[in-house]
Every structure is written in C-alpha cells, then in structure tokens.
C-alpha cells in the first residue's frame, strides 16, 4: 500500500471524505492525516486546495512552532528595560535617554544550502524588515555561520556563495555587517546554517505594531512585485533536507538590496507621519502569514483581493499568490483618507503601493481572486491556536551521551615538557599552539569579513575582529537637543559552543548564554537582554527533542541568572540530511545566543591586544588547580577535537554565580581604567586566548605557567566558563588588588586574579614552567597560521 493510499483510507473514515488529489496536496504541503481532519472540524467542511495551502505553510514549524513552543514559554522576557518582547516582528528595548533598541535573529539554513547566494542574501533582507517594521533604522548586521569541513569542494562553494550573498545584500543595503562567528564540523556539510541577526535604533515616536485595527480601514500593499520566487518556503524550511531538495529551488526567494532601501526610507517617513495603523512584513508565508498574523493579533479579520497584488508573473493563481516569498514586500492598515498619500509615498522611491483590502468585523482571513472567494479561514485557525505537537522527553541521557561523558584525561597519551606522543611520535606544544591556530572554526576569519563594509553609516566604533564584540556608536537623532548627545555605545555578539551542546545540551546551552555576556564584558559593556536562534534537527526523533528541551532549560537558567530576558528569536528544526542509504545525518544541535549590551562611554572600552611593554598579565576568575575541576577541563575541548580528533567528554560544569561576579568585577574594573586588555578564554584555552592578545598587538609575552601537579596539556588548552585574560599597568597593581578584595568582602562568591607574567616589547611568545619552556615561538609565525587558515584552504585548487 502506497503512502497515498494509507491517508486515504484514514482520511475516508472520517465523517470529511477526500480524494487523492488532497492526498497529495497534503503530503506536499507537509501536513498529517490528523492535521486534515482538524482542519476539516475547523472549517466545518473540506478545505479548498489554496486553503490546504495557507494551512501548511502556517502549521509547518517555522511559521507556528507546533514542535517547540511549550519549551520557550519557559524563557525569561520581561524586565523593567524590555518594551517589546517575543510575538512581534522584533523586540524592542530602552537603552536610556529616549532611545530603544530593536534587534532580532533568524535563519535561512535550507535556502542557502540548495541556493547559497540568494538563501544568504535574502536571509539578511528578510531580518533587516523584521527590524524597519517596527519603526527602527537598522544599524548594524551580524551573522552566525557553519560549515562543513573546508577539504571538501562543496563545502568551499557553500562558504563562498553564502558570505558573497550575505556581503551583497548588506552592502548594497547600506547597513554595515560587524560582527559574527563561524564554525566547521562535519555534522553541517549537508546541513550549513546561516543565521543573521540585526539591530536597530527606533525613530519613530511610537513603536510600530502588528495587530491590525479599525474595521473598515485599507489594507495595503508596498515594496516589490509577487512572483513565484519562494513558493512554500516555510514548508520547506520545515521538512529535512534530501538529493531531491535541489528541485525545490523556487523556494528560494530572490532579493533586491536597492528595493530594500527604498523600502526602509518610505516606510520610516510613514511611520513618522502616522499614516500606518499596523504593519507587517512580507517574510515566511507571505501574504498568507502578514494578513493572518495581523488579523489574529488584533482580534479583527482582513478581506483580500489579489486581482489588486501587484504581480510580476501573468497567470499565477491565488495559491501562488497567497504563498509566494518574493522579498521586499509589506503590508499595512492605513487610516482612512490617508491611502493615497501614503502610496504615494512609496511611489516616490521607486516601489509599487495598491489597496488590497480592508478591516472586517468577522475573524476570518477571507480571499478574493478573480472576482470569487477562494478561501474562507477563521484567523485563529491559521496564525493563534495552531496546533502543537506532543512530546515526552527521555528521563536520562542517550546511551551515546552517557558513553561520551565516561571520557577522562587519564586515556590520553603520553605527555612531556617538550610535548605529547601520538602513535609514538612527539608533537611539541608549538606545533600543536600553531596546529590550533591554524584550526579554521579558531582562525582569523577575515577572509569572511573583508567582504562585508562595516564602516558604511559611520557608526562602527570596533568592528569584526577587533574585539570580543562589535561596537556601535548611538548617534544622537537630535542634535539640537543637547541631553541627547552622549557618548554611549551598543555592544553586540553572536555565540553558540556546538560542540559542547553537541555532548551536553544543557551546559553547552547555558555557556552559549555565558559567553555571550562574558564577550559583552569584556570590551566593557553591561549584558542587556538576548535573541536566540535554536537550530536543531528533527523533534519527531526522541534524541532530537531530547537536545531540544535540553537546551530550552539551559537557557532559560542562564537567561534568568544573567539577567539577560529573552526578546524574540527563531526555532529551526529538522536541520539534517537525509543519505542515499536513508541514513539521517543530523547537525550538531546549535542554539545561537545574540546579545546586545550598553557601553555608557565610549571613550572607555577595553580590547583584547597587549598594550605597553611591562604590563602585568593576570587570569581572572577560576584558578588553576591540582585536581581536575569540572569548571575547568579538556573534555569537550577544541585541542580534544583538532589534535586527538576526538568530541567527546562532557563540557565544564557552567557556575553562573561565579561568572555573574567575575562580568561585574571586569566592567567595575574597566569603568575605572584598571585594566588595560580583556580576552575572554574560549576556545583553545588560556594558550590561545595569549596568542590572540599577541596577535592582535604588536607585542609579545612572557608567560610562566604555576607549579602544579596538573597536565600540561590542561594547563594550556582546557576549557571553562568565568576565565579571561587581563593585563594591568604596574601603576595599577594595587587598585586592582583592592577592588579584588573589595569584591570578595562583599560577595558570596570569590574572585581570583592569578598572575601569569608579562607584556613584552619583544614580537615572542614564552610560556614557561618552572623555569622550563614549554613554548618558544616567534608572534609572526603565530600571526602566519592564524591569519592564512581560511583563504589557503578556500583558494586550493581540487
């Protein structure tokens, strides 16, 4: 019996009968036997082909996150400082002296892997809209990338077409892209992720909303033309990938930076005109999504008429029309009398503006094509009480997991001062600091942000690579009004430790959030709030939500304990790929943490490059020990995963009491000019972390590691939260001993500064170990393997 014939025959014994043509419909659409019948009891009758359409688009997970959203009703999102939290098109926060911060996340993983320029390109359009919806010109880009491994060709012309797109779009744009990071593993060489994030400063007086009001009112339609481009996005960013997902390449969308443009400056000076009732962007399921979404949240339905949707395609039908994903589009409620001078508004920058519809009392989404109804849907029915799927989540970690997390150092091989043994052949720890330098997920990646213009609109204070986050000025709007004009800064970072959630969910999730604040920190910013990007596979396979729910509680620990509230952000499930074989390859799970933060000067920020000669190095927050601390450890490591070609272990135990004191005592530190350099020690290490410090300035250290009954390969590349390099001028010495001591008297937790040596003119790197040296390595040669990793892997010739 055929797929075809067993829905039939479940469908038939229902009270709704059907035929195969539904069948088929509903197997393309993605939607379930018991997803008809709901339908069916909803509507009260059989759906129409077009409407079966509009219900699998806004019942896939990316539109309704049927699979998740029990789990992110445990987030944190409120705080005095939050204006706007999750449900509508981004959130919004107050920053202080009348201005608000809009920022959000989201993905395009399946359209840049069958599409990667346009996938990437259009993945940065469509979260630039989510921002100048609301009201905010978008200031800043950032992007959280993953790949497979760069010795595979495919993967070469994935990376290379997703950051042309990404460098394309935002260029053109005009919106600078400051920041990101990038990751290769195995796991993503069907699957690759692009994630892009953006943040804006609202300019309108009021914050820009999407319920839609006034019965009678017009709804209108602006920006670009509809075509085919993108039909059933959202059911194909919800299905995993397969061979035969290259067919589905209409589902990617094609932008066009310029409208974009045109775009965001005709509809600040609506909003600023108070032309707009609502509003809403053209995104995941296009004008099915907007109308439904807009009715639902304002407890209101809309008519539509696609005979007046401009279209760019003779023929289409009203299924294409309702589903299409072309880019550039949005739509509104307007006052009435206003619609001409709104449309023309639009007209004036080059975009196409028509009434498309009105407010009406009854709560349904109704659609006009060709002069007869084609579809009649209650609002609630597509975009509020949508269904949600039932899982139970395994009580105990997977086997796999519980195997991993048996690992010790003790199988390790053997070490000496000189290095380790492996296969019985000695690799020195210069060779394994240069081996991990030249690790591309640790690497420079300026081959990446070359491309991007992270100066354009003049804001960019520190842009990618020159700090633990990227900075951006808060330009006064108002000149004339002199309060306005302070000095103060965002900062902004993404981050997501796969590898760690890959072993432990909830750790590696709470250090996602950790991190992210540490970085924060650490150029002197205090963490405000988070938007989270959590892409995992399949929620249908036990492991797959377990990782899932897993993760979902580790954040919302960390969110909570960090005080950072979670305004918004995007879930993208059944990131895998399906073998020949029928094997699945499922990603590492990997939950993208972005997080903004408020810089009140920005005459006072701190940077990881040493700065003079003579000043003193410290560790600051967890000390080195004699016994093997969990907080601190190779388990989960990249010197683990890159030297030993193992993941595997389970991660550092994340104390965020610890990590709350260490942040306040480095910011409290860098407000009152005590530290001259902070790098925060992630990947690779205490060595690494030096060598970055190094790197980045123009001069070296020397480092003399202390006397302990401890691995040496510990000591150099384990890893843990609340760790971060910092280097002190002699003249502060003793106030940072007493800010220390003031810290401790008056904290549950300790703060330990552990002195590890010195900035030093000379262009070397020394560590030492009872007087014995362990590394002896020019910065040249380290700067050589860290800055050259990327572009000779990607210019090769296979």
Known sequence: MTQSDNFLNILNSNEFTCDYDIVK???????????????????????????????GVMWSEHCCYRNSRPLLQNFPTKAPHVLVGPGENAGVIDIGNGDRLVFKIESHNHPSAIEPFQGAATGVGGILRDIFTMGARPIAILNALRFGPLNKEKNISLIQGVVSGIAHYGNCVGVPTVGGEVVFDESYSGNPLVNAMAIGLMETQDIVCSGAKGIGYSVVYVGNTTGRDGMGGASFASAELTDSSYDDRPAVQVGDPFFEKGLIEACLEAFKAGDVIAAQDMGAAGLTCSSSEMAAKGDVGIELDLDSVPAREKGMTAYEFLLSESQERMLFVVKPGLESKLMNRFTKWGLYASIVGKVIPEKRVRVIHNKQIVADVPTTALADDTPVEKHSVLKEPPKFIQNHWKWTESLLDKETLKGIYK???LISWNQILLN?????????????????????????????????????????????????N????????????????????ARGS??????????????????????????????????????????????????????????????????ETKEIDNTVKPIQPTPIIGMVGLLDDLNNICTPSWKNDQDIIYLLGL???????????????????????????????????????????????????????????SDGGIAIAISECSISSKYGAKINLPSLNSRIDRLLFAEGGARIIISVSPSNQKNISSLVNEFNNSRSKDINLTKLG?????????????????????????????ENSLSSRINNKF
């Open 25 to 55: 419909a509903l197997i393309k659409e993605g939607l379930k036997e018991e997803d008809f019948v709901e339908i069916c009891q909803r509507l009260n009758r059989a759906p129409n082909r077009t409407e079966l359409g509009m219900f």
């Open 423 to 425: 296969k019985d052949k």
């Open 436 to 484: 991990l330098l030249d690790s591309p997920s640790i690497a420079s990646k300026s081959w990446i942000y070359n491309q991007y213009d992270y100066q354009v609109q003049s804001n960019t204070v520190l842009g990618p690579g020159l700090a633990d986050a990227a900075i951006i000025r808060i330009r006064s709007q108002d000149d004339s009004n002199s309060t306005k």
């Open 486 to 505: 302070s000095n103060k800064g965002i900062a902004a970072v993404v981050d997501c430790p796969n590898r760690w959630v890959y072993l432990d969910p």
């Open 510 to 575: 709470m250090a996602a959030v950790a991190e992210a604040a540490r970085n924060i920190s650490c150029v002197g910013a205090l963490p405000l709030a988070v938007t989270d990007n959590l892409n995992f596979s399949s929620p249908q396979n036990e492991i797959g939500f377990w990782q899932l729910a897993s993760s979902c509680e580790g954040l919302s620990i960390a969110c909570r304990k960090m005080e950072t509230p979670v305004i918004g952000g995007n879930v993208s499930l059944y990131n």
């Open 623 to 681: 000390p080195f020990d004699n016994k093997i601390d969990s907080r601190v450890t190779l388990s989960g490591s990249a010197y683990l995963e890159f030297i030993h070609e193992l993941i595997t272990g389970r991660p550092p135990e994340i104390d965020l009491d610890l990590e709350k004191q260490v942040q306040a005592f480095l910011r409290e530190a860098i407000s009152k000019r005590y530290i001259e350099s902070a790098h925060d020690v």
């Open 758 to 786: 010195v900035v030093q003119k000379v262009n070397h790197l020394f560590i030492t170990q009872n007087n014995c040296s362990l590394v002896d390595i020019p910065i040249s040669k380290l700067r050589f393997a860290f």
